[in-house]
């Protein structure tokens, strides 16, 4: 049981280090959420989970989403199962869209312009993701000249 429990540990930490290295901030608490979707500008929010398309699609696809000059102005991410009240606190913001970990969600001023469900993420190529994730970019976060 002890080694179980570590292992989960081990596999939980590994996660949260992936979306670490990649800029994303951990919101841990409910509040952690509120203060950062009530920034002003556009918002990447990576439901993380420790499910096999989470690490093999979806950080991934975070990760390599992200390196280009139209991108979102903040890149955030809670861990469904782990930080429970702060998932849920983000989910409270994705009106019209069920619960679903893995999964992105597009913010503007704290207001959901889209996501990417598990369903478009499980079964995918990474590459799949990130060109929805990007085209998702070129639409809400461009920047006006």
Do not use: W
């Not at 390599?64 to 009240?85: C, M, N």
């Not at 992105?104 to 993701?129: C, N, T």
């Amino acid at each position: 049981m002890n080694f179980q429990f570590n292992l989960f540990n081990d596999v939980v930490e590994t996660a949260r280090k992936e979306m670490a290295e990649a800029g994303y901030t951990q919101l841990f608490k409910p509040e952690d959420v509120e203060e950062a979707f009530s920034r002003k500008g556009t918002t990447l929010v990576m439901i993380n989970s420790v499910c096999g398309c989470a690490g093999g699609i979806a950080r991934p696809a975070a990760s390599y989403s992200v390196k280009q000059d139209v991108r979102p102005d903040q890149l955030v991410t809670v861990f469904a199962g782990q930080d429970k009240e702060a998932t849920e606190k983000a989910r409270s913001y994705f009106t019209g869209y069920p619960p679903s970990s893995p999964s992105f969600a597009l913010l503007k001023d704290g207001e959901i312009q889209m996501m990417v469900e598990r369903h478009e993420i499980e079964g995918h190529e990474p590459m799949e993701v990130v060109n929805k994730l990007r085209s998702a970019f070129e639409e809400y976060c461009k920047k006006e000249a």
